[in-house]
């Protein structure tokens, strides 16, 4: 296929409510659940339930895939492994640890004397044993990406955040900007690159006003304001944007590696006090939550408990009103309960009002297809799948959705069509083994 540049629209931000408040530590709830599932990889627990355990400490493997590993988020006593809802829209069996309130911390966690002089080796094997993963929503092991071949010039730092209601990055980038510009610093070292590039949407001039005291000490790192658009914070259309050069498998062919800002400021922490992920930024909100907020909290935390902290729901929630939403409203998971966990991907729960005025039918207005940034017709694509028509799917290239939710956002009908989308790349991938 031709290349053809990748297009977006303005979409509303509906950010505000939850941008005007500081983001808020929540540590120590009283049970946390570390679930025994990474994007669709099962874990095998390390630890059974009577054992006691520090913070940071090793509680799930999975050393044949990727050598995933997942670490107590709170100290206490493994208390029961059993299912929990997960942002999968599943329930997960998950390692149930009960606080003792003692924050006691696995003896690797401390202060790291020879941070300078840490090879790239060094740095990548830092990342594989923090189980460091993208917490942009991908989950992808952080390793993998640096134990490339390609030669890689630059790490973009994606601090785009482009789906409406997102506000965690915005927030943890302007808490901690020397910790992001320290952790991307890392990630440059560890690819063997030349520069830094941190894309931010231009309208996020708190960002920039946050990093600028500190650049001068960082003249290896480039600021890149990116217009409002969705969805800008895509990794081809951002590295597009950056490079002026396309791909088709990974972005290390053209000579990028792409991390979440969130992830670089883990890492900072990973590389400076040998801290794992424990703990992560989400966002609480939507006009169906009181109070939006964003909280910084231990993986495993119930997200029901960030909720009653942000003065649960507007008028206890009429029924059938408002939809729960596991991540961003574009790309998200529609959920039905709000007893679910925050694990590594989770960034954001949206509790949103439901689509009103919705007609049966599509109308054939065609405006999934103008929007669409691969240049897909969206309808074609769901009528394929519908008829499991795989070369049709095929032909249709539907293996070139990348799930961006605008054609459901921009369809009057209000036909899930992006799901319907998802279902024929599923169905075409399956097929074409
Ligand atoms: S979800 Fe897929 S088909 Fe729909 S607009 Fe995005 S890329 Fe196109
Ligand atoms: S936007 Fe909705 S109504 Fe319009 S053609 Fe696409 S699916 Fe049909």
Request: charged share 25%; proline share 5%; hydrophobic share 40%.
């Amino acid at each position: 296929m031709i290349f053809q540049k990748a297009k977006g629209i303005h979409i509303e931000g509906r950010k505000e409510a939850c941008k005007k408040i500081p983001i808020k530590d929540y540590l120590s709830p009283k049970y946390v659940y570390m679930p025994l599932l990474q994007r669709a990889t099962n874990l095998k627990a390390e630890v059974s339930v009577g054992d006691e355990v520090k913070i940071g400490q090793l509680v799930a493997t999975n050393e044949q895939q990727m050598n995933i590993r997942v670490h107590a988020s709170i100290s206490g006593k493994v208390t029961a492994i059993k299912k929990v809802w997960h942002s999968s829209g599943k329930m997960v069996d998950s390692i149930e640890i009960e606080n003792d309130f003692k924050n006691q911390l696995i003896e690797t966690i401390k202060k790291e004397e020879n941070v300078d002089s840490l090879t790239r080796e060094q740095l990548i094997t830092k990342m594989e044993l923090a189980g460091i993963t993208g917490l942009g929503g991908a989950g992808f092991p952080t390793h993998i990406k640096y134990k490339t071949k390609a030669k890689i010039d630059a790490v973009i730092i994606n601090a785009i955040e482009c789906e409406p209601y997102l506000t965690c990055d915005f927030h943890f980038i302007t808490k901690y900007p020397e910790k992001l510009l320290k952790g991307a610093t890392y990630f440059m070292r560890a690819a063997d690159a030349q520069k830094v590039v941190i894309a931010y949407k231009t309208y996020n001039h708190q960002i920039r006003e946050a990093l600028q005291p500190f650049l001068s000490k960082y003249p290896h790192v480039e600021l890149h304001p990116i217009k409002n658009i969705y969805p800008a914070g895509w990794e081809k259309y951002l590295v597009e944007q950056v490079t002026k050069k396309t791909y088709n498998g990974l972005p290390a062919e053209a000579g990028v590696i792409v991390n979440n800002s969130a992830t670089a400021i883990t890492f900072c922490d990973a590389v400076e006090m040998n801290i794992p992920l424990i703990a992560r930024p989400i966002s609480i909100n939507g006009e169906g939550i009181n109070h939006p907020s964003s909280f910084y909290v231990p993986i495993g935390t119930k997200v029901s408990e960030l909720v009653e902290l942000c003065g649960g729901y507007v008028n206890n929630l009429e029924p059938l009103k408002y939809n729960y939403i596991a991540g961003g409203p574009m790309t998200g998971r529609a959920i039905f309960i709000d007893d679910l966990i925050v694990n590594d991907t989770l960034g954001a729960v949206i509790v949103k009002k439901a689509s009103e005025g919705v007609y049966p039918e599509c109308l054939g207005c065609g405006k999934c297809a103008d929007v669409c940034p691969v240049y897909l017709t969206p309808t074609e694509i769901k009528k394929a799948f519908e008829r499991k028509d795989v070369k049709l799917l095929d032909d249709l290239n539907a293996n070139k959705c990348v799930e961006c939710g605008l054609c459901s956002y921009i369809c009057p009908s209000h036909i899930e069509i992006t799901e319907a989308v998802a279902k024929g790349k599923d169905l075409l991938r399956k097929g074409a083994k």
